[in-house]
């Protein structure tokens, strides 16, 4: 374009030069030779300018040509490099995914195996403690768990009764006894314990046997004079089959009247903290030979029933104008391995127990009844003249009542207990053991209504430390009847003879304690105690050192008579050290 409007300028210029040439062809001839020459100069010049402009330009074009091109290559390079990068990056993502997954399986494997190291470490060290110390013994297809303490213990009373460390509660002495104006102070070992739990399962079915044993039994020859060898006596001795809820247990075991902490299970019995092997006032129990059946209905629920070896305790022979003509039992024969000094009840029938127990989360409830049978034999013709056993007749009478249960976790560290159980011809199932029966004018045999009652709190505000309370109270009522002869006649006469009850009588033969002449009969007896147990030292591998400390405040009431109604008390402080074995 520039060589264009060039050219038409030189063009426009030279037809100028050239009218001008004409209008002067006067002038010299040198004159417009030069002119001409200059202007040709100009022209070449020019020339060479637009040569040079286009040389320069078809370099520029062809440099634009080879820029464009490249461009191109490059637009092409970058898309090809994009689209490698791309391949390249979608590789790292899935080799990035593919690492990270692994790298979590490695996790996952590391973490598994420092578990299983751990199992095995701990595995390792289960099975050296069980090598080491076993929780239980095998013999066979049996395991067996030994049950033992071991106990140092002391008991005094501020009124003596003569006793260890059991107390028979009804025997506190009145004022004319010579034994309530002394105390004593009494040291045993006697309440040591042995026993083991035998165990065998045989698929669903499972067999069990316990035997408990302690040395709180004298024989003939047993005193404290040198050696105290007083003898080894079964406390419990049973075997139980079962499968599922269901449970057969037969043997020596505890009442079924005796409240548990869990269903009706043996060997979980509630007993009291007591030191004192009698345990305390209004506690209802006995040990006795029994078989008992159990069933577990749902969570809860237990119900069960149990046939118990009867026993007439406590009787009462209808005071000193009571009959004659009637027998209920005799003393035990040695060859049939009873004692010779103890009287032994002809029973009909077993005491029949049922009970049903329920363990919602907060507590302990159970509610129950017994049934039981006495029976006599009678001779309506003995006081006749002359006496005759003709017409002697077999008479049995039927008592029982009912009882009940209650414990609850009142706060974390206290539970709180009531127990109740009252009936006729009952007093057997309390621990003081009030009578039982009395004795009708025509010789018949009549049960006496009782009941007993406990309240206990029990403690736990350090797990080292337990401190109890407990108020009970056994009761018996008073049964009078009149004879042909208008004379009261059962337990507890108006006209019963109590004025020797108060005044301390002479000593007797070969310095016993004087006793006066007494014939009071209980009315109630109650007892308040309270103390602590302390474990100093409790380790599962090692077993248990614990000790202990029990006072106890007892009071007898009995019935007026004639001279009025004698009491007796009796202040008592236990200790207690004891080995658990683990």
């Known amino acids: 374009m520039a060589a264009v409007l060039v050219l038409s300028t030189v063009s426009l210029q030279a037809q100028s030069t050239t009218t001008h040439s004409k209008k002067t062809v006067k002038k010299t001839t040198s004159a417009t030779e030069q002119e001409i020459q200059d202007l040709r100069g100009m022209l070449e010049k020019q020339q060479s300018q637009i040569d040079a402009l286009k040389q320069e330009n078809a370099e520029k074009d062809e440099k634009l040509h080879e820029a464009q091109q490249s461009a191109q290559g490059a637009e092409a390079a970058a898309q090809a490099a994009t689209a490698k990068a791309e391949t390249a990056s979608s590789s790292v993502t899935a080799n990035t995914e593919a690492v990270s997954s692994l790298s979590n399986e490695v996790s996952g494997l590391k973490t598994a195996h420092a578990g299983l190291e751990t199992s095995v470490a701990e595995t390792k060290k289960q099975v050296a403690a069980a090598v080491d110390s076993p929780a239980t013994l095998r013999y066979k297809g049996v395991t067996i768990t030994p049950v033992a303490f071991f106990a140092a213990e002391s008991v005094w009373r501020q009124r003596a009764i003569n006793s260890d460390v059991n107390t028979p509660f009804t025997s506190t002495p009145f004022a004319n006894a010579g034994n309530a104006h002394v105390s004593e102070l009494n040291f045993s070992g006697r309440q040591s314990r042995v026993g083991a739990l035998f165990e065998g399962k045989t698929g669903a079915l499972k067999l069990s046997g316990y035997v408990e044993a302690d040395f709180l039994s004298s024989g003939t020859t047993s005193n404290n004079n040198q050696s105290n060898s007083y003898t080894l006596r079964q406390r419990q001795i049973w075997g139980q089959a079962a499968r599922g809820g269901f449970a057969v247990t037969g043997g020596q075991m505890w009442s079924l009247v005796t409240e548990t902490k869990k269903g009706t299970d043996n060997r979980t019995e509630n007993l009291p903290m007591t030191i004192d092997a009698q345990y305390h006032v209004g506690f209802s129990w006995m040990r006795v030979p029994a078989i008992r059946f ?246 599962p591998k090692f077993g248990k050192l614990q000790y202990q400390v029990q006072y106890s405040y007892l009071n007898k009431k009995t019935w007026t008579g004639v001279g009025g109604a004698p009491k007796a008390d009796n202040n008592m402080v236990f200790t207690s050290m004891r080995y658990y074995i683990p």
């Open 294 to 539: 159990q069933e577990k209905v749902g969570a809860m629920t237990t119900v069960a029933m149990s046939l118990e070896n009867g026993q007439t305790v406590g009787f009462n022979n209808g005071g000193s104008n009571g009959p004659t003509n009637y027998f209920f039992g005799g003393t035990g024969n040695n060859g049939g391995l009873y004692n010779t000094t103890t009287t032994y009840t002809n029973n009909v029938a077993p005491d029949v127990i049922v009970k049903a127990a329920f363990d919602p989360s907060f507590g302990h409830f159970e509610v129950g009844g017994v049934a039981r049978w006495f029976r006599d034999r009678y001779y309506p013709n003995a006081t006749a003249t002359p006496a005759s056993s003709a017409g002697a007749v077999n008479d049995t009478k039927t008592g029982g009542g009912v009882f009940a249960n209650a414990r609850v976790k009142a706060t974390k560290f206290a539970d709180v207990g009531v127990h109740f159980m009252g009936g006729d011809g009952v007093g057997r199932y309390g621990t003081s053991g009030l009578s039982d029966v009395t004795v009708h004018p025509n010789g018949t045999l009549e049960p006496l209504r009782a009941y007993q009652g406990l309240f206990s709190v029990e403690l736990h505000p350090m797990a080292k430390l337990d401190l109890f309370g407990y108020y009970g109270g056994e009761y018996v009522q008073r049964t009078l009847y009149v004879n042909a002869k208008g004379q009261q006649v059962g337990y507890a006469p108006l006209t019963q003879n109590n004025t020797g009850c108060f005044t301390e009588g002479l000593p007797g033969a070969g310095g016993t304690s004087p006793a006066g002449s007494c014939g009071a009969l209980t009315r109630g007896v109650f007892e308040a105690t309270g103390g602590f147990t302390y474990r100093i030292y409790n380790n």
